[in-house]
């Protein structure tokens, strides 16, 4: 069976649904395909944060950006990863694709006040925030049955509330009232990337494209060098889809992939927090399509704290503020520390894989995330309320947590040397006392001072503070990622780029599925899907001619 369309997009997240919003509108007659049996990918299950330099809402909210400031911090991220042009392509196009989705797919994005640049010293970061943008509640109630077909997020403790009002996502953070989250019950009123995808979805489905799943694109068709089409199974049945003007593969990475990580990969991503679906299809298919590849090393890395089964669906969560706060560090099994533990969590890839060449041994792996009786108090068991939502403290640490009355106990159970882990703690809390961390800078940058205690934030006394409070626990942290970052290289209209640097005619990539056009950068909340989106736009565009 063969259906024709102009333009044909796997994957149903950000990247694919900006793109098929985009390609409807540059009229083309568009099919959209879900390998899973629900649709909205990763990014449903995400923030919904999305980084935008220079976007048109930062000024309402008293931020000043430029394209070249922009460009100056990009580049000063880049460690040659970056190609200018693919910078200069998402600086340019980013603000048009916010004003072009709030104006035609209802977007409504606002600035997210005061949330720092992640490396918000480098030049032309912006140390006050501005560029992330997200979008308001949805009532999911307007997708019908489709409200039951996004997938919900395994991490958050509720969906019902926006990253502004979570402790994380807020300078002062404002959780509704148990009131207000009952209103929010009637139409389910969804934040965070169920608001972001609900949006785009029902832009889609108000377009008249109707996302088709558990429909997995398996191969391209190429026809005298063009892609002309897809082989696509649907239910277990082998279609061939025909497009006209292009095929845009936003398939989401490949870090479910044992096979491409072993190939590719600069070091050990056991965890990640992504949909399992992303298996790399996207890469298969332009591989076998002749594309050039680039930043093939790379993922959007993270510290993921292990759960024992049960406590979510994915036996792990991110690990992002619990490490910035007070009366918590991480030290690997030596029992030191070893990185700056609240630095953003991408570059914290960098720590996980650094090399003990005596051992011959990956020095920081295992680690784990040590803290006190008095953290659980303040701020609860990491990972055991819901990422970003959870604000208030508990009695007791959770049951499955590792404890012990000494920091010498501790350290016995988890095996690393006991002086080693009493002098480590000891140095941290001589450090707190006079004000700051020289072994490794935490608190220093505005970001650290944003992630840590939400009623201290923008002093140091968000993340510093001392381990003196028996019992002590510990939690056992791995090297995880949001998705890969390496695919199809693609110039700035998400055209493929085959090995001769030429586009191959009719295959675009977006998102996760192509080498991310900033390189190794995570610029700021939502550096994955504002990229993601913006080269999605392109692609929906370009291929709609
Ligand atoms: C808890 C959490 C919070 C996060 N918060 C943020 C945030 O606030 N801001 C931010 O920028 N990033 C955030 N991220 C990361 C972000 O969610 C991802 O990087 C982003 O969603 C990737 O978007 P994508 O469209 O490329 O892929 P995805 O959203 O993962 O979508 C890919 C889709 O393609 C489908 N697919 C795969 N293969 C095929 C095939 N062969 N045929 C058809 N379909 C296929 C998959 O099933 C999937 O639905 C977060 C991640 C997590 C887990």
Request: contains cysteine; charged residues 20%; aromatic residues 8%.
């Amino acid at each position: 069976m063969t259906d024709t369309y102009d333009v044909i997009v796997a994957g149903t997240g950000a990247a694919g649904l900006t793109a098929a919003i985009a390609a409807h509108d540059g009229g083309a007659k568009v099919a959209l395909f879900e390998k899973g049996e629900q649709v909205g990918g990763t990014s449903a299950w995400s923030g919904g944060h999305v980084w935008i330099p220079n976007n048109p809402h930062m000024a309402a909210d008293g931020a000043a950006d430029s394209r070249d400031l922009a460009l100056t911090y990009l580049m000063s991220l880049s460690r040659g990863t970056i190609e200018e042009r693919l910078a200069e392509a998402f600086v340019d196009a980013g603000p048009r694709m916010v004003e072009y989705l709030d104006a035609k797919a209802g977007t409504d994005f606002y600035s997210v006040r005061g949330f720092p640049d992640y490396h918000p010293e480098h030049p032309g970061g912006l140390t006050g925030g501005g560029r992330t943008v997200e979008c308001p509640l949805f009532a999911f109630d307007q997708l019908g049955e489709w409200a039951a077909r996004v997938t919900p997020s395994p991490y958050f403790a509720t969906m019902n509330i926006t990253m502004s009002e979570t402790p994380l996502g807020a300078a002062v953070p404002s959780m509704p009232s148990p009131e207000e989250m009952q209103r929010r019950k009637i139409h389910d009123e969804r934040g965070l990337g169920q608001a972001l995808v609900g949006r785009l979805l029902k832009a889609c489905l108000d377009r008249g494209i109707e996302p088709v799943t558990s429909a997995r694109m398996r191969n391209l068709v190429i026809d005298a060098g063009r892609v002309t089409g897809a082989a696509v199974d649907v239910g277990g049945q082998r279609r061939e889809v025909m497009a006209r003007r292009g095929v845009v593969l936003a398939t989401g990475g490949f870090e479910w992939n044992e096979d491409y990580k072993r190939a590719f990969l600069r070091g050990p991503l056991t965890h990640p927090v992504s949909i399992e679906t992303n298996t790399g299809d996207g890469l298969y298919m332009a591989m076998k399509a002749g594309a050039m590849l680039s930043n093939m090393r790379e993922a959007w890395w993270i510290p993921v704290g292990e759960l024992p089964p049960g406590v979510n669906r994915m036996n792990r969560f991110l690990l992002s503020g619990d490490r910035s706060r007070p009366r918590t560090i991480m030290v690997n099994r030596q029992g030191r520390r070893f990185a700056n533990e609240a630095a953003n969590y991408n570059a914290f890839g960098g720590a996980f894989h650094q090399e003990d060449v005596a051992r011959f041994d990956y020095a920081n792996l295992p680690c784990w995330l040590i803290f006190d009786q008095c953290y659980v108090e303040r701020y609860g068991s990491p990972g055991a309320g819901g990422a970003g939502v959870k604000s208030s403290g508990a009695e007791k640490a959770a049951e499955w947590l590792l404890g012990a009355p000494s920091l010498e106990d501790l350290a016995e159970k988890l095996g690393v040397p006991p002086t080693n882990l009493v002098s480590t703690v000891q140095r941290w809390n001589d450090n707190v006392a006079a004000g700051h961390d020289p072994d490794f800078l935490r608190g220093e940058s505005a970001h650290d001072r944003w992630w840590g205690d939400p009623d201290h934030k923008g002093t140091v006394e968000a993340t510093l503070g001392p381990l003196d409070s028996p019992p002590f626990y510990a939690l056992p942290v791995r090297s995880g990622g949001l998705g890969t970052k390496g695919g199809p290289r693609v110039d700035p209209d998400a055209r493929v780029i085959d090995l001769d640097g030429n586009p191959i005619p009719g295959l675009y990539a977006a998102g996760n599925a192509c080498g991310s056009p900033l390189g190794m950068t995570y610029g700021g909340a939502g550096g994955t899907l504002g990229p993601a989106m913006v080269f999605g736009w392109l692609a929906g565009r370009h291929a709609a001619g």
